[in-house]
């Protein structure tokens, strides 16, 4: 059974940083397009970032510079480095998973999510 465990969020003060962990069951991380996703009240969600098979990843303008996504292979977990950070970036931040090597920052690519990690940032 797929799994997808994040962990890490709270709150922070603008310019502080945060690492977000999605810890992965029932499948390994290295053969699979991984990525992470936010979504504020009111707003659709959105790709920050994505890693796939390859080692390749695609990052949203708005968190380019700012944000790092990487993987431990071997603890079978996902992490996103946060810094920087913004007010614009409080959101419920998502992992996500689809069995496939490449990648897309398109919602519908995925097929696996987990619960979601509350990151908020304050002025």
């Known amino acids: 059974q797929v799994q997808l465990m994040e962990s890490g969020g709270g709150s922070v003060q603008a310019g502080g940083s945060v690492r977000l962990s999605c810890a992965a069951s029932?499948?390994?991380?290295?053969?699979?397009?991984m990525g992470w996703f936010r979504q504020a009240p009111g707003n659709e969600r959105e790709g920050v970032v994505t890693i796939d098979a390859f080692g390749r990843t695609d990052y949203a303008a708005s968190v380019k510079g700012r944000f790092t996504i990487s993987k431990d292979n071997a603890k079978n977990t996902l992490y996103l480095q946060m810094t920087s950070l913004k007010p614009e970036d409080s959101a419920m931040y998502y992992c996500a998973a689809r069995d496939i090597d490449t990648c897309s920052r398109s919602r519908s690519w995925y097929n696996y999510w987990g619960q979601g990690t509350q990151v908020t940032v304050s002025s």
């Open positions: 029932g499948f390994t991380i290295s053969n699979y397009c």
